[in-house]
């Protein structure tokens, strides 16, 4: 029985950078070489980035695309590296974009794999299965594939296999039994969602039953706009065995040894299995086995839910402030919880020296609150300022007649003015700190508190972002460290202190009951009757579903965030902003 030394290279590849991309991928196939790897692999569409979206209607990026291939599989023989199969994600086409005029019938752009070795293009696969669900629009950009790509290295039949391939029964992993082969490779752009690697364990043990054969699963990590990916590679035999398993939310090389049977089918045929063409192809050369104690990869065991979202958090805002150019960011500290773990959130991204939090007092603003907000600089050490507002208030009071609520949003925007100004005059970009639960029903003042560029709680419940700080504090204390977050902001009753005594109680059901109405509904799809039955008050449930419906435009309008939940508010969750429906009929 042969043995391969894989190598699955988690890395954070950046979308539209192919020099950047390819780059990585010829330092990272060098650290595999020098562990002695016989295969490397590499995530989905690695040297585009992904998702593309509708840049995969540019001809000229799909160009440039087939030519970074072309030139990395030269550059990796340059290197002294063509020996060793890499396996690599990028963004093919063998037909025109399927939404200009001369689209031809099962031709289009492709999601595709191509396996690199002696300084050519050995062999390449187009996948099969095409998400169209969630954040996925694969079916508007892609053609699927109808052909099983199965490579001989080193004595093992091996086929290529792209994401959601997995995740679905049938197709490629059915043909890879049918075809024999001894191990699939599976390489992924999978998002990530909270519990989402109990998930996927199973499913990798399903189709590696399915295809009676080993699965190397390798996932990208990185944030790219509202999207996280969190690594979790892995490989799983066919009876089930998880060898070896990545850390999650940090690049990483995965190497491991693995037994695996000898191929036994005739090199260079070609047989139709589960609807698909089986095209063999066979590398004739690979790296020589390595020789001393076999590699291990070792097993990374899952951590904690509050510890899981931090690190999503943690990573999709690093990525969106250093992917984007931006030196730092600025936030307003209000005192409350939810500025306070924002501002946690941008310390452990980004570092003290790159964030800048703003007290922002006006008349109603308590002595404790902002005493809350010195108190959290303090403790993280971030630039601190306290810009009052009142006077900008009076300013324009004087000015209008204004009263109630047009007051206190008032008050909110002038702070909105003010970070803007700052992020204008500064370079910084501006976080808004508004949770899933104040976007899901309104509580937010356009063009005031719901002012930023990028939102790094925006699909974070309320409640969890008070497990969250909770979460924090108590992982600094464990390594001896200040806790960064105010025990007073945890604490005390939620406010936007717009008005006198103001609680956010006033307004809105106890958080308490008001997240599982919004998490049945929002993440769900519960209507009222279901939400009813499932023990909620149906005058509660008929006003949180009224907050939220009407609250769609600025939904809309609000700052990107990361995505956590298996339906963020953005691409996850699409609904008419003018729609007379409602769940009371």
Same mark, same amino acid.
């Given at each position: 029985?042969?043995?391969?030394?894989?190598?699955?290279?988690?890395?954070?590849?950046?979308?539209?950078?192919?020099?950047?991309?390819?780059?990585?991928?010829?330092?990272?196939?060098?650290?595999?070489?020098?562990?002695?790897?016989?295969?490397?692999?590499?995530?989905?569409?690695?040297?585009?980035?992904?998702?593309? +979206? $509708? !840049?995969?209607?540019?001809?000229?990026?799909? @160009? %440039?695309? =087939?030519? *970074?291939?072309?030139? /990395?599989?030269?550059?990796?023989?340059?290197?002294?590296?063509?020996?060793?199969?890499?396996?690599?994600?990028?963004?093919?086409?063998?037909?025109?974009?399927?939404?200009?005029?001369?689209?031809?019938?099962?031709?289009?752009?492709?999601n595709a794999a191509a396996?690199?070795?002696?300084?050519?293009?050995?062999?390449?696969?187009?996948?099969?299965?095409?998400?169209?669900?969630?954040?996925?629009?694969?079916?508007?950009?892609?053609?699927?594939?109808?052909?099983?790509?199965?490579?001989?290295?080193?004595?093992?039949?091996?086929?290529?296999?792209?994401? +959601? $391939? !997995?995740?679905?029964?049938?197709?490629?992993? @059915? %043909?890879? =039994?049918? *075809?024999?082969?001894? /191990?699939?490779?599976?390489?992924?752009?999978?998002?990530?969602?909270?519990?989402?690697?109990?998930?996927?364990?199973?499913?990798?043990?399903?189709?590696?039953?399915?295809?009676?054969?080993?699965?190397?699963?390798?996932?990208?990590?990185?944030?790219?706009?509202?999207?996280?990916?969190?690594?979790?590679?892995?490989?799983?035999?066919?009876?089930?065995?998880?060898?070896?398993?990545?850390?999650?939310?940090?690049?990483?090389?995965?190497?491991?040894?693995?037994?695996?049977?000898?191929?036994?089918?005739?090199?260079?045929?070609?047989?139709?299995?589960?609807?698909?063409?089986?095209?063999?192809?066979?590398?004739?050369?690979?790296?020589?086995?390595?020789?001393?104690?076999?590699?291990?990869?070792?097993?990374?065991?899952?951590?904690?839910?509050?510890?899981?979202?931090?690190?999503?958090?943690?990573?999709?805002?690093?990525?969106?402030?250093?992917?984007?150019?931006?030196?730092?960011?600025?936030?307003?500290?209000?005192?409350?919880?939810?500025?306070?773990?924002?501002?946690?959130?941008?310390?452990?991204?980004?570092?003290?020296?790159?964030?800048?939090?703003?007290?922002?007092?006006?008349?109603?603003?308590?002595?404790?609150?902002?005493?809350?907000?010195?108190?959290?600089a303090k403790r993280t050490?971030?630039?601190?300022?306290?810009?009052?507002?009142?006077?900008?208030?009076?300013?324009?009071?004087?000015?209008?007649?204004?009263?109630?609520?047009?007051?206190?949003?008032?008050?909110?925007?002038?702070?909105?003015?003010?970070?803007?100004?700052?992020?204008?005059?500064?370079?910084?970009?501006?976080?808004?700190?508004?949770?899933?639960?104040?976007?899901?029903?309104?509580?937010?003042?356009?063009?005031?508190?719901?002012?930023?560029?990028?939102?790094?709680?925006?699909?974070?419940?309320?409640?969890?972002?008070?497990?969250?700080?909770?979460?924090?504090?108590?992982?600094?204390?464990?390594?001896?460290?200040?806790?960064?977050?105010?025990?007073?902001?945890?604490?005390?009753?939620?406010?936007?202190?717009?008005?006198?005594?103001?609680?956010?109680?006033?307004?809105?059901p106890d958080y308490d009951?008001?997240?599982?109405?919004?998490?049945?509904?929002?993440?769900?799809?519960?209507?009222?009757?279901?939400?009813?039955?499932?023990?909620?008050?149906?005058?509660?449930?008929?006003?949180?579903?009224?907050?939220?419906?009407?609250?769609?435009?600025?939904?809309?309008?609000?700052?990107?965030?990361?995505?956590?939940?298996?339906?963020?508010?953005?691409?996850?969750?699409?609904?008419?902003?003018?729609?007379?429906?409602?769940?009371?009929?």
């Amino acid at each position: 029985m042969p043995t391969l030394r894989l190598a699955l290279s988690q890395v954070n590849p950046r979308v539209g950078d192919l020099s950047g991309n390819a780059g990585q991928v010829r330092s990272w196939t060098r650290r595999a070489a020098d562990a002695g790897a016989q295969l490397v692999l590499f995530p989905e569409m690695m040297l585009t980035g992904y998702p593309v +979206e $509708d !840049l995969v209607f540019r001809r000229s990026f799909i @160009a %440039a695309s =087939r030519a *970074a291939l072309e030139r /990395l599989a030269a550059d990796l023989a340059a290197d002294g590296l063509g020996d060793l199969p890499v396996v690599v994600g990028y963004l093919d086409a063998d037909g025109p974009p399927q939404v200009s005029g001369d689209a031809e019938p099962g031709r289009g752009a492709r999601n595709a794999a191509a396996l690199l070795h002696r300084g050519t293009v050995v062999a390449r696969y187009f996948k099969h299965h095409l998400p169209n669900y969630g954040v996925f629009d694969e079916d508007r950009y892609f053609i699927p594939g109808d052909e099983l790509t199965v490579v001989r290295i080193g004595g093992v039949d091996t086929a290529l296999t792209i994401c +959601e $391939d !997995l995740w679905q029964a049938g197709g490629p992993f @059915a %043909a890879a =039994r049918q *075809a024999g082969v001894g /191990l699939v490779v599976n390489i992924n752009g999978s998002p990530y969602e909270l519990n989402k690697d109990d998930v996927r364990l199973p499913l990798v043990r399903r189709r590696a039953a399915e295809a009676g054969a080993t699965v190397a699963y390798v996932n990208m990590i990185g944030g790219q706009d509202e999207l996280v990916f969190e690594g979790d590679s892995m490989i799983v035999t066919a009876d089930g065995e998880l060898l070896t398993r990545a850390p999650q939310f940090v690049e990483h090389l995965l190497v491991h040894d693995v037994d695996l049977p000898a191929a036994t089918t005739a090199p260079g045929s070609q047989s139709v299995a589960d609807d698909m063409r089986v095209v063999h192809s066979i590398v004739e050369t690979i790296p020589p086995a390595p020789t001393g104690p076999a590699a291990s990869g070792g097993l990374i065991e899952p951590v904690a839910d509050e510890a899981e979202v931090w690190q999503a958090l943690v990573l999709g805002l690093r990525d969106y402030v250093n992917k984007n150019g931006f030196p730092s960011v600025v936030l307003g500290l209000s005192g409350g919880i939810d500025s306070a773990v924002v501002a946690a959130l941008a310390v452990d991204a980004l570092g003290p020296d790159r964030v800048v939090g703003v007290s922002l007092p006006s008349q109603h603003s308590s002595e404790h609150s902002r005493e809350d907000a010195a108190d959290l600089a303090k403790r993280t050490g971030l630039d601190y300022r306290v810009e009052p507002i009142q006077p900008m208030v009076d300013s324009f009071l004087a000015n209008l007649s204004l009263s109630g609520i047009a007051v206190e949003n008032l008050q909110a925007r002038v702070r909105g003015v003010i970070l803007m100004a700052l992020s204008n005059q500064e370079g910084h970009l501006v976080l808004t700190t508004g949770n899933k639960s104040e976007l899901a029903v309104g509580y937010s003042t356009l063009y005031g508190d719901s002012v930023g560029g990028f939102n790094p709680i925006k699909d974070v419940w309320k409640t969890l972002v008070w497990r969250l700080a909770k979460w924090r504090n108590a992982d600094a204390a464990r390594r001896g460290e200040t806790a960064p977050i105010p025990e007073n902001s945890i604490g005390k009753p939620p406010s936007a202190e717009l008005s006198p005594g103001q609680l956010d109680s006033d307004s809105l059901p106890d958080y308490d009951v008001l997240d599982p109405i919004l998490i049945g509904y929002v993440d769900g799809d519960l209507g009222r009757d279901g939400l009813v039955e499932s023990g909620h008050d149906p005058a509660v449930v008929d006003r949180v579903l009224r907050l939220v419906d009407t609250a769609e435009y600025k939904r809309r309008q609000s700052a990107p965030g990361a995505k956590i939940s298996m339906k963020a508010f953005g691409r996850d969750r699409r609904l008419p902003i003018t729609n007379r429906w409602r769940e009371d009929g």
